[in-house]
């Protein structure tokens, strides 16, 4: 829990004292964040018209909530008036048309539901089942149709890790297929038949003797892309049911794949956000062996 404070100059209230304060902050957001984070000398108070005099201080307790949020699927990474920023945990869906199903979009509400906010998530991109990672969610329409829109001009940076069976080479790549979508899973073709083109730049981080740990950037966004690719360069990642090893023995109980980075203009503010999580320690441990 962090707390922000601001010491009063001269006599007035507290929700104009809070709009100068956080002057990018809608008086809607303020409102919201005088319901449950902020204290006039140590003491908590929701009241608008609080009278301040010279002297007083002001404290915010900023991440109270979000803090307070416990959730086992996702983590909140960051937040604003137009969407959050997520870190997906493996083996949830990134989101399902059946209302039932458990999904990192769900679980948004559920946050959005704790924190009393009046809106719904909305999907701007997804990650596979297994996989791990960064991911936005946008609070209004508006906000996920302007990524739509421009996807590629806003999101500048998008890197992912991997372990990789075998020791990759060259170090440094680009893998460049055309992609179709098979009845099991996603088929891949050297030359352009009709598919999606779909293109990944690799580079090995780390080597074992048993496997290697890649940075992979993907300038398409298609299906299970990444997994593809590396089973075509005969290195597939770790513990992949799909497009790995049927006799995959390593110790690791889920898919090595993980989202670690993120970076793009905010499509409201024109703002630029950079995110970055540290890789898995599951992944550092497999290069031990």
């Known amino acids: 829990m962090s707390k922000t404070e601001f010491t009063v100059t001269e006599p007035t209230e507290l929700l104009p004292f809070l709009l100068q304060c956080f002057p990018?902050?809608?008086?809607?957001?303020?409102?919201?964040?005088?319901?449950?984070?902020?204290?006039?000398?140590?003491?908590?108070?929701?009241?608008?018209?609080?009278?301040?005099?010279?002297?007083?201080?002001?404290?915010?307790?900023k991440a109270n909530y979000r803090q307070r949020f416990r959730?086992?699927?996702?983590?909140?990474?960051?937040?604003?008036?137009?969407?959050?920023?997520?870190?997906?945990?493996?083996g949830v869906l990134s989101y399902s048309r059946k209302p039932s199903d458990v999904t990192a979009i769900s679980e948004v509400n559920k946050y959005f539901a704790y924190t009393h906010q009046k809106c719904n998530a909305h999907v701007v991109h997804r990650l596979d089942r297994d996989t791990s990672g960064l991911m936005v969610v946008s609070k209004t329409k508006q906000t996920s149709q302007k990524f739509e829109a421009d996807w590629k001009g806003l999101v500048y940076d998008r890197a992912?890790?991997?372990?990789?069976?075998?020791?990759?080479?060259?170090?440094?790549?680009?893998?460049?297929?055309?992609?179709?979508?098979?009845?099991?899973?996603?088929?891949?073709?050297?030359?352009d038949n009709g598919g999606k083109e779909a293109i990944t730049h690799y580079e090995v981080l780390q080597t074992s003797r048993r496997y290697s740990l890649l940075s992979?950037?993907?300038?398409?966004?298609?299906?299970?892309?990444?997994?593809?690719?590396?089973r075509e360069l005969k290195h597939p990642v770790v513990h992949d049911p799909m497009y790995g090893y049927k006799d995959d023995v390593s110790p690791i109980n889920r898919l090595a794949l993980h989202a670690y980075r993120l970076c793009f203009t905010h499509p409201i503010t024109g703002k630029r956000l950079e995110f970055e999580t540290p890789f898995p320690a599951a992944f550092?441990?497999?290069?031990?062996?």
């Open 24 to 61: 990018d902050m809608s008086r809607t957001k303020v409102k919201e964040l005088m319901g449950h984070s902020v204290v006039v000398d140590g003491r908590r108070t929701s009241q608008f018209n609080f009278p301040l005099l010279p002297g007083m201080v002001v404290g915010i307790v």
């Open 284 to 289: 550092l441990k497999l290069m031990e062996l």
């Open 160 to 191: 992912y890790v991997a372990v990789a069976w075998g020791k990759v080479e060259p170090p440094q790549d680009t893998i460049r297929t055309w992609l179709t979508d098979g009845e099991y899973c996603v088929l891949s073709s050297p030359v």
């Open 216 to 230: 992979l950037r993907l300038d398409t966004g298609r299906r299970n892309q990444i997994r593809v690719h590396l």
């Open 71 to 90: 959730n086992s699927l996702i983590d909140i990474v960051y937040e604003d008036d137009f969407l959050v920023v997520i870190n997906k945990h493996e």
